[in-house]
């Protein structure tokens, strides 16, 4: 299969609001040649982060917009126009390459009409998006909801987070300090040619100056470190682990943070992993190996505790709960495309059922730490605010950083270019009679 089709389709089913690419890409990468799963993956990715302008432009292109039998036509000339503004293909091959998918969709009338708007597009780009970036979502590539909620939020900083979001992420490691230091463990890096540097607020923390196959790198298969991006590495160390503690980390998959815990204190007496969805715990089931490291997998609604949990309390929560992923958007540009308005405040409430629950397992004097990879403050200090609210006996257990922003409750942190992702932390204490720092 062409590979433009291929993510033309993968982003048919995103556009459509039936899929993710998460869920729609692995089934057209497996109807290409293996040489062209790159190519692939950068046009799905790279069309659906930039569509907000794209489609604003191809709307300026046209006569009329497309009708929804033709999202095809439309996630097609989105890739076309991808290529031409974003990649280094060159123009003749991407109009031709593309105009010829048309036929594989069985809409051959297409041809013409893609044909026409690339072309135009090769022409007039230049001078059509300065006039068109005078809407900030053309200038921003976010779509209109959240490019007004960040400006609200962050009027300081909403610039910048769109510029991160927009840009590549960093390859950022976790080094197992149970078998390697960080210092040894770049040297090592060093020895094998490998560019990297220490990331200033995870202890454990190494970013590659690029990313690599995972496999090249030292230790990897007998895990000497793993993947995990800075931000999500900080929740170990919140967590304030001591021997003989019993964790439960809720919202699990695919198990970085799991497995960071293990890492950061030998000596607990149990971790339990759950989380709902039981084939999301095979990935972690597979981390925890590759890892040489043990946990107690449970696969179920952290909200039902009747169903899962024995009685016995835990000393330490972490509730890494579902959200927007706005934090993550350059990690899964598709995010732009899959959420809307609505979403956050049936995550709020669905933020606010999991505190409720999970704090019934919680021991006295024992710490839930409240993390997200949200940047919108109504999953994170607003839904800690309600939930100290109506729980007496909680007190939030403030924490010295160097990292993010301090806000009414917990603090967030702002994706950066180069650096760590948009994430959130609050910690909390059950009956706490002396806050510690």
């Known amino acids: 299969m062409n590979p433009r089709l291929a993510a033309a389709r993968a982003l048919t089913a995103v556009l459509a609001g039936k899929a993710s690419l998460a869920s729609s890409l692995p089934t057209q990468l497996e109807r290409v040649s293996e040489r062209d799963r790159g190519l692939v993956q950068e046009l799905a990715f790279g069309t659906a982060r930039w569509q907000p302008r794209l489609s604003i432009l191809a709307l300026e292109l046209l006569s009329k917009p497309f009708r929804k039998a033709?999202?095809?036509?439309?996630?097609?000339?989105?890739?076309?126009?991808?290529?031409?503004?974003?990649?280094?293909?060159?123009?003749?091959?991407?109009?031709?390459?593309?105009?010829?998918?048309?036929?594989?969709l069985k809409k051959p009338w297409a041809k013409g009409l893609l044909n026409a708007v690339l072309r135009r597009a090769q022409r007039e780009a230049e001078t059509l998006l300065p006039a068109l970036e005078k809407d900030p979502v053309v200038l921003t590539a976010h779509p209109r909801w959240l490019q007004k909620s960040l400006?609200?939020?962050?009027?300081?900083?909403?610039?910048?987070?769109?510029?991160?979001?927009?840009?590549?992420?960093?390859?950022?490691?976790?080094?197992?300090?149970?078998?390697?230091?960080?210092?040894?463990?770049?040297i090592q890096l060093a020895n094998n040619g490998i560019e990297a540097q220490a990331t200033p607020f995870s202890p454990d923390g190494i970013t590659l100056a690029t990313a690599c196959d995972v496999t090249a790198l030292p230790g990897f298969a007998d895990g000497a470190v793993s993947v995990q991006d800075e931000a999500a590495q900080l929740s170990a160390g919140l967590l304030m682990l001591e021997p003989g503690q019993r964790v439960l980390d809720a919202c699990c998959a695919p198990g970085g943070k799991t497995c960071h815990i293990l890492e950061s204190e030998a000596q607990l007496s149990e971790v339990v992993a759950i989380d709902l969805e039981p084939q999301r715990l095979?990935?972690?089931?597979?981390?925890?190996?590759?890892?040489?490291?043990?946990?107690?997998?449970c696969a179920g609604d952290a909200r039902a505790v009747d169903e899962w949990w024995d009685g016995q309390p835990f000393q330490r929560i972490l509730l890494d709960a579902p959200c927007s992923a706005t934090g993550v958007i350059r990690r899964h540009p598709d995010i732009k495309l899959t959420r809307n308005a609505d979403d956050i405040v049936a995550l709020a409430q669905l933020q606010g059922e999991l505190l409720d629950a999970l704090w019934a397992t919680l021991a006295d004097n024992g710490v839930l730490?409240?993390?997200?990879?949200?940047?919108?403050?109504?999953?994170?200090?607003?839904?800690?605010?309600?939930?100290?609210?109506?729980?007496?006996?909680?007190?939030?257990?403030?924490?010295?950083?160097?990292?993010?922003?301090?806000q009414p409750h917990g603090r967030q942190l702002l994706a950066q270019v180069g650096g760590h992702d948009g994430f959130y932390y609050a910690r909390l204490i059950k009956h706490a009679s002396t806050p510690r720092t």
């Open 70 to 104: 033709d999202l095809d036509v439309e996630a097609l000339l989105l890739v076309g126009l991808y290529q031409l503004l974003y990649t280094r293909i060159p123009a003749h091959a991407a109009i031709a390459e593309t105009v010829g998918c048309a036929t594989a």
């Open 282 to 297: 095979e990935r972690v089931k597979a981390n925890l190996e590759r890892l040489k490291l043990t946990a107690t997998l």
């Open 369 to 406: 730490l409240y993390a997200t990879c949200s940047t919108l403050p109504t999953e994170n200090t607003e839904v800690i605010a309600a939930f100290l609210q109506r729980t007496s006996d909680a007190q939030e257990l403030p924490f010295a950083a160097d990292f993010g922003k301090a």
């Open 151 to 186: 400006k609200a939020f962050w009027p300081d900083d909403w610039l910048a987070i769109c510029e991160a979001n927009n840009s590549h992420p960093p390859f950022t490691l976790r080094v197992n300090q149970l078998q390697v230091s960080r210092d040894a463990y770049l």
